[in-house]
T-cell receptor
């Protein structure tokens, strides 16, 4: 079955890079997503990567996918205090109904 | 602006009462979803609907019910049978095609005492 795991907490200094990691178990994943959740709000899509890609860059965000190890990471360059939030990775598994499974979320704290 | 509206933002109920959470979208999306979020547990799927007048149970459907009479609307009823209803509830929608990500509303925090 599907299982997506993330560490619960990450603390970085403002201006440093943040790397949030995620592992998943279903090798038939088609798309993998990163979402951001600010306190008391819904989830905002940050970026996604198709499973046949290794890397995707979007401004300060870099997504790396190691399909062999089923490992996904999100790197945020020049981390700002406004990046403080919970970050969820999610995998979409192909099929008739394409189920999306979310990780537990990583709370990123940015220290000024 | 297109989006998903969940109301109310905060909801308080006494134990034993049913309560209905509203979710409306004007994105013209076919698929809609309800998730429950508890601290440290991520999001768990309650129900989903791929098309009007059709819906399926997710991973934790017990104690919940839904309807999908209109494309824009997917209300969730939390019944008295739900043992631990206090949680943050998130509604989402998507076009339903292969690569379409989920778009989320801002959630409803339900507290049952």
């Amino acid at each position: 079955g599907e299982d997506v795991e993330q560490s619960l907490f990450l603390s970085v200094r403002e201006g440093d890079s943040s790397v949030i990691n995620c592992t998943y178990t279903d090798s038939s994943s088609t798309y993998l997503y990163w979402y951001k959740q600010e306190p008391g709000a819904g989830l905002q899509l940050l970026t996604y990567i198709f499973s046949n890609m290794d890397m995707k860059q979007d401004q300060r965000l870099t997504v790396l996918l190691n399909k062999k190890d089923k490992h996904l990471s999100l790197r945020i360059a020049d981390t700002q205090t406004g990046d403080s939030a919970i970050y969820f990775c999610a995998e979409r598994v192909g099929g008739g109904y394409q189920k999306v499974t979310f990780g537990t979320g990583t709370k990123l704290q940015v220290i000024p | 602006d297109g989006g998903i509206t969940q109301s109310p933002k905060y909801l308080f109920r006494k134990e034993g009462q049913n309560v209905t959470l509203s979710c409306e979208q004007n994105l013209n999306h076919d698929a809609m979803y309800w998730y429950r979020q508890d601290p440290g547990q991520g999001l768990r799927l309650i129900y989903y609907s791929q098309i009007v007048n059709d819906f399926q149970k997710g991973d934790i459907a017990e104690g919940y019910s839904v309807s999908r009479e209109k494309k824009e609307s997917f209300p969730l009823t939390v019944t008295s049978a739900q043992k631990n209803p206090t949680a943050f509830y998130l509604c989402a929608s998507s076009t339903g095609t292969a690569n379409s990500p989920l778009h989320f509303g801002n959630g409803t925090r339900l507290t049952v005492t």
